[in-house]
């Protein structure tokens, strides 16, 4: 029988693993990360937070501009981190590029009250993208409403629909706190899954849909985007899914050192580059993914060695 949850009995997640496996990669240094590729895997190191943002803005700018009306293509991106999103939006302006066919899918969605939030709710994430990146883009050369597409609760499988008929040349994410992308948070640790976590070949199985997120996951948006403040956060979500995951080309994952923390940026690539599949680590099921590609802002990778404060 697999290890209790030392954070949330109820869930699966990464403390139920083999402590082997976790140890393995809290010891891991810059030199030793790199290390972990292989093909399929990539892993690229920045020095700067302004070219770590840059570089991930340009894959939105090759997403956009790739497409055609005859071949559409685009981008699916997270709200966390956002930080590229208004670089988007300059590069356009300022360099006057016309991606009037391109496509962007919003990742994921809060849901309350099983609907999706409106864009006035605070959170929204439908909010931040408007706001951050595709209002500040000039109306004469950015692409029409209709070529974004936002996950809903009613309208779940014209999402889904939309990749089979436009590529996503790259879904983009950051990681949270239970090793996530998007809200593919473990599942709770209930009967038929009391015993074992699903197995990655029933994760993948999964799509867009609504779900009820980790509490490790309310309490890392709370201390990223609340101040804190837990009763905030709704307790559900509508998230893109594996199944959409792996019509995408590529998978990009930025981890700018905030969302999460020195040990989980370094056991997620531990487990995608062993091909140590998980579903208590969603992301190592990535390791099966084609083309994988981890960004990391190198002054914020840290270390896992004890420092009392």
Same mark, same amino acid.
């Given at each position: /029988?697999?290890?209790? +949850?030392?954070?949330?009995?109820?869930?699966?997640?990464?403390?139920?693993?083999?402590?082997?496996?976790?140890?393995?990669?809290?010891?891991?240094?810059?030199?030793?990360?790199? *290390?972990?590729?292989?093909?399929?895997?990539?892993?690229? /190191?920045?020095?700067?937070?302004?070219?770590?943002?840059?570089?991930?803005?340009?894959?939105?700018?090759?997403?956009?501009?790739?497409?055609?009306?005859?071949?559409?293509?685009?981008?699916?991106?997270?709200?966390?981190?956002?930080?590229?999103?208004?670089?988007?939006?300059?590069?356009?302006?300022?360099?006057?590029?016309?991606?009037?066919?391109?496509?962007?899918?919003?990742?994921?969605?809060?849901?309350?009250?099983?609907?999706?939030?409106?864009?006035?709710?605070?959170?929204?994430?439908?909010?931040?993208?408007?706001?951050?990146?595709?209002?500040?883009?000039?109306?004469?050369?950015?692409?029409?409403?209709?070529?974004?597409?936002?996950?809903?609760?009613?309208?779940?499988?014209?999402?889904?629909?939309?990749?089979?008929?436009?590529?996503?040349?790259?879904?983009?994410?950051?990681?949270?706190?239970?090793?996530?992308?998007?809200?593919?948070?473990?599942?709770?640790?209930?009967?038929?899954?009391?015993?074992?976590?699903?197995?990655?070949?029933?994760?993948?199985?999964?799509?867009?849909?609504?779900?009820?997120?980790?509490?490790?996951?309310?309490?890392?948006?709370?201390?990223?985007?609340?101040?804190?403040?837990?009763?905030?956060?709704? +307790?559900?979500?509508?998230?893109?899914?594996?199944?959409?995951?792996?019509? +995408?080309? /590529?998978?990009?994952?930025?981890?700018?050192?905030?969302?999460?923390?020195?040990?989980?940026?370094?056991?997620? *690539?531990?487990?995608?580059?062993?091909?140590?599949?998980?579903?208590?680590?969603?992301? +190592?099921?990535?390791?099966?993914?084609?083309?994988?590609?981890?960004?990391?802002?190198?002054?914020?990778?840290?270390?896992?060695?004890?420092?009392?404060?």
């Amino acid at each position: /029988m697999r290890n209790i +949850s030392k954070v949330a009995k109820g869930w699966w997640d990464y403390t139920t693993m083999d402590p082997e496996i976790l140890d393995a990669a809290a010891r891991l240094n810059v030199k030793d990360l790199l *290390a972990l590729q292989r093909p399929g895997f990539i892993i690229k /190191m920045y020095e700067t937070r302004d070219e770590f943002f840059l570089a991930e803005a340009l894959e939105y700018i090759k997403a956009f501009t790739a497409s055609t009306a005859d071949n559409p293509t685009g981008i699916c991106g997270p709200i966390g981190p956002t930080e590229q999103l208004p670089l988007v939006a300059r590069i356009i302006n300022d360099l006057e590029i016309d991606v009037r066919e391109g496509h962007f899918w919003s990742m994921d969605e809060w849901v309350a009250d099983g609907k999706e939030v409106d864009v006035s709710y605070p959170l929204s994430f439908k909010r931040a993208v408007l706001e951050l990146f595709y209002n500040r883009i000039d109306k004469k050369l950015r692409m029409p409403e209709k070529n974004l597409h936002f996950p809903t609760v009613a309208g779940i499988a014209d999402y889904t629909a939309s990749y089979d008929t436009i590529k996503c040349l790259c879904m983009q994410g950051g990681q949270g706190e239970t090793k996530h992308w998007a809200f593919n948070d473990p599942p709770q640790r209930v009967a038929p899954y009391d015993k074992n976590p699903p197995s990655p070949e029933e994760y993948r199985k999964l799509g867009t849909r609504v779900l009820e997120i980790h509490p490790m996951t309310m309490i890392q948006n709370a201390r990223t985007s609340g101040g804190g403040v837990v009763t905030n956060v709704p +307790s559900h979500a509508v998230t893109v899914g594996p199944v959409e995951t792996w019509k +995408s080309e /590529m998978v990009s994952i930025w981890h700018p050192g905030w969302h999460d923390n020195p040990f989980g940026m370094r056991l997620s *690539a531990y487990m995608i580059s062993k091909k140590i599949a998980d579903s208590s680590v969603p992301m +190592s099921l990535l390791a099966d993914h084609p083309n994988v590609v981890f960004h990391y802002l190198q002054p914020n990778f840290g270390t896992c060695t004890v420092e009392m404060h």
